[in-house]
Each structure stands twice: as structure tokens, then as C-alpha cells.
């Protein structure tokens, strides 16, 4: 099928790669500082610290599923969008917040003895705060999302972590345990909130009216309870463990799973806040549409294809650099949750097609299908302990995402053969990456010298790869990507002559 470009195609095309080439500079900064913090917490706290913490976060992540993505996005992808009905999203948002926040603290005591213990009911009443908060922040996200300022949005971020990590890890080297984690979640709520009223410069008034509030529901409904399972799916290991096995275990299954989480969702991140206001944009263009899922399948499982394999390959020395040599014993688990970075990228983007298109139902059902599929593999992989669980949680999330992008791509006239056929296609550069790396991983010694001597090798290889032989990649990463690059870098060269 040949495929015709018109300007304002290309001019959407623009919008997305300047807001993934700002939302690239604030992940990179906003990453290391994670990553920074990442290892100097999991040095300073316990297995028992994180696990607390994992099980006060999953809990907190349920009831903010009223405040996620549902009215904020509702915004974005509205096409006439008028004070009228920024300023019912605004009172629609403090009502579904403050209902959140008081019904947390209501329930906080009964809670935390059904996961836990009694001893998390004061840290889920505090954390019923950032529900309120977080809420009312969407809509200030959203303005400046629908407007593209993209690097608005991540200064604040940065800004905010920079200042509540300083602040968590200071309280951890005092002795705070778990609640240093959890004052750094209010301190970012409170600072994200009120700098994001500050830069969105909108004045907001309460509003009740009946008809608007019905329209933002018609969109949103649907979206907040999809949201609301795809948290359940994602915290159900969280939420049953300390009861399956115990709340240490939770600390050492969760430490490789929130690292890369956090990866993961920092680098899909970036796609998605550029993608979504695109996308919305051109719902009703079929020929944009299609366009843009053939180009971000493929770019999308180009780098996927890195990712995953750069932690598999890489884990031991990620865990000696960012665990500490004590959490070695923990390789297996990041290595069975690094091969769910293949499809992370994918179930992302189809996600946004989803909401971009304002399929919010059959949004809704995918995640009630992925929340049922992960409690079952969870029940069945805990027998084998937390390597039983991380197993059975990739295979889950593997195989509900794969369903959903070959949903998508039928929806769209794309065949699952032809879908399938994207994935691979992009990954064909495997063929020489994975082969040179297996058997540099079986023959190097498990030594730091060796996993140093793995991690030249990788990057050596990745560079050759992408660098020397961008037809080898693929077509499409040759014509978009590898010329941007080649142009970036003769512009350094010409700077220094």
C-alpha cells in the first residue's frame, strides 16, 4: 500500500519528534536521578523497607486510578475545547480526588491488615493526600499537553525530584525507613501541583453542569475504569505477596521490578505524551492513522529490542552498580522481568491508540482480560517463590500485549500476520546482537572484570550495529533516525572546525 504524506502529516510528524526530542532531554536528566537515588536507597533501607513501601504504593496506585489519565485526557483529546468545559473538568477532578482521598482513609486501617499488617494504616492515610493532589494536577498536565509544551511539563518534574530525593534520602541516612520513600511522594505531589497552576496559566472557577459533565464522562468513564485495572493488573504481585510469601520477598521481587519499571515507563513516556495529542489531532484521518502505527511499530521495537536485551545481558553489573553485591542472588528475577521490555513498548502504544481514538471500552475490557490473566499466573508462579511470580507476571504481560497491538492493528485494516510480521522485522538486527551475546555470557567469568568486559561489548556492538549498518536495522530507522543522527553529527564537526 503506497502511502502519501500530506503537509499537515508531516507537520504533525514534526510536533511529535521536537516534543520526543524535549521529553528525551527531561527523561535523561529525570532518569539519572532515579537512578542516583535508586542506588543510594537500595543501600540505605531494607528488603522489609521496600516491601512495606511496594505494598503502600500499590494501594495508593488503586485509588488514584480515579485521578489518572481519565479527565486529564478527556482535555487533550476534546476538539473545541472552551473555559466551560476546563472549568467542569476542574470541578469534576476535585470531586473524584477529594472522594479518593477520604475514601483511603476511611478504609486505610481494614487495608492494611488485609495485605500487610496494621502498622501501614498511618502511611496510607498520609499518602491519601497525593490523591487529591495528583488529580488536580492532570488538568494543569493536560492544558499544557494539548498545547505541545512538553518541556513545561518536564521541568517541573525534574524540578521536583531533584529536591525530594535530596530531601528522602537525607531522612533515610537519619533512620526513617520506608517513611523517607513515602515524605518524597507527598513532597513531589505538593510541588507538582502548585508550580504546574503556576506555568499553566488558567484560572479555574467551580462548575456544575449537568451537560458537560455527562460529555467528559462519555469519554473518561470508560478510561478511569480501564485505568483502574491496568493499576490492579500492574500492583497485583504487590497486593498478594506479602500474604503468598512475605513482605521481605516483596522488597527483593520488587527492587529488579521497580528498576525496570522505571525504565520502561520513563522511555514509553516519552512517545506517549508526544503521540497521544497528535493522535487525537487526526482521529478521524484513516490514512494518518495508519501511517503513524506502521512507523512507531516499527521504530518502537527497534529500541525495545535494545532495552530488553541490554539488562538481560547487563543484569549482574546493574545490581553490583545500583543494588549493591548483596541483591546478586536476585539476577534471575530481573532477567525474567527484562524480557517483558520487548512488549512494554508495543502494549504502550497501543494504549494510546486507544485512547487517542476513544476506543475508552475496549480499552476497559483489554485490561480487565490482563488483570485476570496475571492473577492467575500469579497464583500458579508463587509455588516456585519470587523467581515462580516474575516468571509468570512476563508471560502474563507478554502475551495481554500482544493481543492488544494485533487488536489495534485489525481495527485499522492491518492483518495480525502484518503486525506480527512489524515486530519481527524490527528485530531482525537481533540475529547478529543476541548470538554474540549469548555466548559472550556463557564463556566471560561472573566476575565484575567480566560483566565490565560485557557491558564494552554490548555497547560496541549496539554502536557498530546502528551506526555502521543502518540498512541492516531496517529501511525506515535508515530514512528517519540514522539521517538525523549522521546530521547531528557533522553539525558538532563543523562547530569545532
Known amino acids: 500500500m503506497e502511502i502519501i504524506f500530506t503537509m499537515s502529516e508531516v507537520s504533525n510528524t514534526s510536533k511529535v519528534i521536537k516534543g520526543m526530542s524535549s521529553q528525551t532531554l527531561v527523561t535523561i536528566i529525570y532518569g539519572v536521578v532515579e537512578i542516583v537515588s535508586f542506588a543510594i536507597m537500595s543501600r540505605l533501607l531494607t528488603k522489609e523497607d521496600f516491601g512495606y513501601f511496594a ?22 483529546q476534546q476538539k473545541n475545547l472552551t473555559q466551560r468545559y476546563i472549568n467542569n473538568a476542574f470541578t469534576l477532578c476535585f470531586l473524584v480526588g477529594a472522594f ?16 500487610a499488617d496494621a502498622s501501614m494504616t498511618v502511611p496510607l492515610m ?11 494536577t492532570s488538568v494543569n498536565n493536560s492544558l499544557m499537553q494539548r498545547k505541545l509544551q512538553f518541556m513545561r511539563i518536564g521541568a517541573i518534574r525534574v524540578g521536583s525530584i531533584i529536591v525530594t530525593t535530596i530531601v528522602c534520602i537525607i531522612l ?33 472557577s467551580f462548575a456544575l453542569d449537568k451537560d458537560t459533565f455527562k460529555k467528559i464522562f ?13 493499576n490492579l493488573a500492574h500492583q497485583v504481585d504487590a497486593l498478594l505477596m506479602p500474604r503468598l510469601l512475605s513482605v521481605s520477598a516483596l522488597g527483593a521481587y520488587n527492587r529488579p521490578k521497580g528498576f525496570v519499571d522505571q525504565i520502561s515507563d520513563k522511555i514509553n513516556g516519552i512517545f506517549d505524551s508526544a503521540l497521544f495529542p497528535v493522535l487525537s489531532g487526526v482521529q478521524d484521518n484513516k490514512q494518518a492513522i495508519y501511517s503513524a502505527f506502521c512507523r512507531s511499530m516499527f521504530l518502537m521495537n527497534v529500541f525495545s529490542l535494545v532495552l530488553s ?46 485512547r487517542s481514538l476513544a476506543m475508552t471500552k475496549q480499552q476497559f475490557f483489554f485490561r480487565v482480560f490482563e488483570t485476570v490473566l496475571k492473577l492467575s499466573g500469579i497464583l500458579v508462579g508463587f509455588r516456585w517463590g519470587i523467581i515462580g511470580v516474575a516468571v509468570s507476571v512476563a508471560i ?10 494485533i487488536y489495534i492493528g485489525n481495527r485499522i485494516e492491518i492483518s495480525p500476520l502484518r503486525v506480527l510480521g512489524m515486530m519481527f522485522a ?72
Open 55 to 76: 505494598s503502600i504504593s500499590a494501594i495508593t496506585a488503586i485509588f488514584q486510578s480515579f485521578s489518572e489519565t481519565g479527565i486529564g485526557s478527556a482535555i487533550v
Open 100 to 115: 479518593a482521598s477520604l475514601l483511603l482513609v476511611a478504609t486505610a486501617a481494614p487495608i492494611a491488615r488485609s495485605v
Open 126 to 136: 498520609l499518602m491519601s493526600i497525593t490523591l487529591l493532589l495528583s488529580c488536580l
Open 172 to 204: 533515610a541516612i537519619k533512620g526513617f525507613g520506608y517513611y523517607a520513600i513515602i515524605t518524597k511522594a507527598l513532597l513531589t505531589s505538593v510541588i507538582n501541583y502548585f508550580v504546574s497552576l503556576v506555568l499553566c496559566k488558567t484560572h479555574y
Open 218 to 230: 462519555s469519554f473518561s468513564g470508560w478510561l478511569m475504569a480501564s485505568v483502574f485495572f491496568r
Open 309 to 354: 536485551a541490554g539488562v538481560l545481558f547487563n543484569g549482574n553489573l546493574i545490581i553490583r552498580v545500583f543494588f549493591g553485591e548483596e541483591w546478586l542472588e536476585l539476577y534471575p528475577v530481573l532477567a525474567a522481568i527484562a524480557c517483558t521490555l520487548l512488549f512494554n513498548s508495543t502494549g504502550r502504544l497501543a494504549d494510546c491508540f486507544l
Open 396 to 405: 502474563t504481560s507478554m502475551i495481554a500485549r500482544l493481543v492488544k497491538i
Open 426 to 497: 524490527a528485530w531482525r538486527y537481533g540475529l547478529l546482537l543476541l548470538p554474540v551475546c549469548i555466548i559472550a555470557y556463557i564463556f566471560l567469568p561472573a566476575t565484575l572484570g567480566g560483566d565490565i568486559v560485557m557491558a564494552v561489548l554490548f555497547t560496541v556492538l549496539v554502536l557498530v550495529i546502528f551506526l555502521l549498518m543502518p540498512k541492516f536495522v531496517g529501511k525506515q530507522y535508515e530514512e528517519e533516525v540514522f539521517v538525523k543522527i549522521t546530521s547531528y553529527i557533522d553539525t558538532i564537526k563543523k562547530r569545532r572546525k
